[in-house]
Every structure is written in C-alpha cells, then in structure tokens.
C-alpha cells in the first residue's frame, strides 16, 4: 500500500510532468508545420495557412499536429490547475487553455476548405467542415491571448517580475497580428496572388504565444512549489 510521502512524489511527478506537455506542445506544433511546409511544392509559408497543411496526401501530418498540440495543451491545462488552485486566474487561466486544446483537437478531423490558391486549381468550395473548422480556429484564436490576460492579475499579485507587461504585450501582439491575418485574407477574396503576407501573419502569433507558454510552464517547473508539493500554492514559492 503507497504511503502519503509516495503519493505525494507521484502527485509532484504527474504535476510535473502535465506541465512539460505545455512546455513542449507549440515547439512540436512549429516545427512542424514549418518543416511541412518546406516540403510542399508550391506551398508558401508566407502566404499560404497552417490548415492548408492538412490537405492533400500528406495532410495527416498537420491533422495529427493540431490534435497532439490539442492534447498536449489539455494536459498543461490540468497541471496548471494543479500548481495554481486558489485566487486570480486559477479558474479561468486552466479553463481557457483547456478550451484552447480542445479546439486544437477539433480542428484535426474537420479539415479547412481550400483558401488562398492552395491546394493550386482547387476550387475554393465551403464545405461543413470546413465551416466547423474555421468557427473552432476563431474560439482558439479568441481563447489563448485572453489566457494571458486572464493570467496578468496572478502575475503581479505573485511578484513575477516583468511577466505581467510581458503578458499584456503577448496577448496585445497576437490580436493584432491575428486582425492583419483575417485582414490579409479577405482582401485576397479567394484569389491567388500570392504576394499577401497572410501566411506569415497567421504564423507569428503562434509562435509569439507559443513561447509565452512555453516560458509559462518551465517557470511554473522551476517553481519550488515542487519541493513542498503540489499542492502548495504558488505564490509562497515565486516571490
């Protein structure tokens, strides 16, 4: 039979190990996509979308991309729960990056419709999944920067110097980029021109809240809270 201290090390263990999947979820998910899109003959990673990537016959691999960063993001969810438990942000935060790893999921299996001239001489043609695929994009797209918003009262509260303006930087910079993506989109219309920077706006807020994850979780991994347990609150460990 276990006993309380050994429980408590596999709690410590399970906590730790739920954040790590944060950590490393957006590095897989840009890797990736970028060395997928290499790959692509006539793909454009500077105007063509992520999703596009899930066409044709090498389109599992953006399917199984979106859904691990889905899963991997469910996991930080909980463990963020976990280390966080009571006051600012810690019902919230958890929530949204877990509506966030959902959608990511959801986005898998409903593929986008051709966009942008890609794939080339496929004709743009809305589809039901392709519709739940795109309402599902938007809820990610809505959900993350509000996570770091959510999060900014914690930060300054725990004393976590220079994350709470980091925050509100990141959550500010991926809306406005992820405007200039919707922008770049509609004024294309469809069309192939192949010169809008679309491609390259929908990239920069995933990794610009890619690494404010990233660095979220191996802050929260670094935090002694792991040497009183995982139930201890964060904030005694993070002054």
Known sequence: MATPQADTAD???????????GAIGPVVFVAVYLIAGAARPGYSTWHHTISTLSLGDQGWIQIVNFML?????????????????TGAGS????????VVG????????FVTDPILGYP???????SLGGSIHNLTSLIV?????????????????????????????????????????????????????GTSAAGLFERMPT??????????????????TFEHGAS????????
């Open 69 to 85: 960063y889905g899963l991997l993001t469910l996991c930080f969810a909980v463990g963020l729960r976990r280390v966080l438990r």
């Open 207 to 224: 990794v610009i809240l890619g690494v404010w994850q990233s660095l979220l979780a191996l802050r929260l991994l670094g935090a002694k």
């Open 232 to 239: 201890a609150e964060v904030t005694t460990a993070t002054r």
């Open 102 to 109: 959902l959608g990511l999921i959801a986005i898998g299996p």
């Open 141 to 193: 797209f809505i959900a993350l920067p509000a996570a770091c918003f959510v999060l900014v009262r914690r930060f300054a509260r725990d004393k976590w110097r220079g994350w709470a303006s980091y925050s509100i930087a990141t959550g500010t910079l991926a809306v406005v980029f992820f405007v200039l993506f919707f922008a770049g989109v509609s004024a294309a219309d469809g069309q192939d021109g």
């Open 11 to 21: 709690q410590r263990l399970t906590t730790r190990l739920l954040l790590f999947s």
């Open 91 to 98: 019902l919230w935060g958890p929530i949204l990056f877990f």
């Open 120 to 126: 080339t001489a496929t004709p743009a043609v809305a």
